[in-house]
């Protein structure tokens, strides 16, 4: 079912009103000059949350004025080049494979269809790929216009790592999580935050689906239509995410959506800015035949999608349209 609440429009319109309520009250007159307590930091969705929503404190929604240029985005010039992280400390989806070999982009395996796709994909459109799932080879970040999480689920870092994402992150760098990435680090409320204050919670079998436009207004959607076909595991979340830009719903009977998770509306797609970076999500590619040229409906929508959100957590293309 098409959601018009959690729409960019919707959305921005109850960030104004959340905000004014908020400066008209208790958080009004900190003596900082802006009456957000950040220090004249932009604050939007810390600003509104009144109504049991998660505040995970930073900077974060569908305001611009979250994101910090520090250097980590793409200009004009510059080697594109992206870091695909598919470890997994859990449960191992079909469309990764045998588990990589240490160090920085190791030989892949047959089967690790989903990060052979990823690359290919990206390759084509001039991106430089390093992958890995080694923890030791999860540095030097910056040199990345985006991270991506491709399935990497359970507690996929350790303390060094969290803390390389996160600064990360803050210096305005990308990031794209994908599939069950939502199902990795759930005790770090700073990744929950990162995903919109989503998480796995659990899913239907993988089935045929109708996924339904609902913003076509991003790069990542302005070339799909209204309706398309495609098969996952719908995900359920929760918490549901929130003060985000919908992109994609799911109809609700394909979802088998849980009263925990969702109502009327089932998102699979969404972005956001965090942090001072960019996150743009999405909880598709479950199917190994999305990442190949096994036949799969829609898998040149997905495809594109992913790619588009990808090049727009970049910054080299427009972000998270409203």
């Not at 898998?299 to 349209?321: N, Q, T, W, Y």
Request: aromatic share 10%; net charge negative; proline share 5%.
């Amino acid at each position: 079912m098409r959601s018009s609440i959690r729409s960019a429009v919707g959305l921005v319109a109850a960030a104004a009103l959340g905000a004014g309520m908020m400066l008209a009250g208790t958080a009004a007159g900190n003596g900082n000059g802006n009456g957000n307590g950040l220090g004249g930091q932009p604050a939007t969705a810390s600003q509104i949350y009144l109504d049991e929503i998660k505040d995970y404190g930073v900077c974060r929604g569908l305001d611009p004025a979250c994101y910090n240029e520090w250097g980590n985005g793409w200009v004009e010039g510059e080697q594109k080049r992206i870091l695909i992280w598919s470890r997994t400390a859990g449960p191992r989806h079909a469309h990764l494979g045998t588990p990589l070999a240490p160090g920085l982009n190791p030989p892949l395996n047959a089967d690790n269809v989903a990060q052979a796709g990823l690359k290919a994909w990206a390759e084509e459109r001039g991106i430089a790929v390093d992958y890995t799932e080694d923890l030791a080879s999860f540095s030097r970040l910056n040199n990345y216009q985006a991270v991506v999480f491709l399935s990497s689920n359970r507690d996929t870092l350790d303390d060094t790592a969290q803390t390389n994402l996160m600064q990360y992150v803050r210096g305005g760098g990308g990031f794209v999580g994908i599939h069950n990435a939502f199902g990795a680090e759930y005790h770090w409320e700073y990744y929950e935050g990162l995903l919109g204050g989503a998480n796995f919670y659990n899913h239907g079998p993988n089935r045929d689906g109708t996924v339904e436009t609902i913003n076509g207004r991003d790069v990542s959607t302005s070339f799909l239509p209204e309706t398309w076909a495609f098969k996952d595991e719908w995900y359920n979340l929760t918490p549901y995410p929130s003060f985000v830009n919908v992109l994609l719903e799911v109809d609700r009977a394909t979802s088998e959506a849980t009263v925990a998770g969702h109502g009327e509306s089932h998102p699979v797609s969404w972005c956001q800015y965090y942090d001072g970076g960019k996150a743009w999500l999405t909880t598709l590619g479950h199917d190994a035949a999305a990442w190949t040229a096994a036949p799969l409906p829609g898998d040149e929508f997905f495809k594109r999608h992913v790619m588009e959100g990808l090049e727009s957590a970049m910054g080299i293309k427009p972000f998270c349209a409203a």
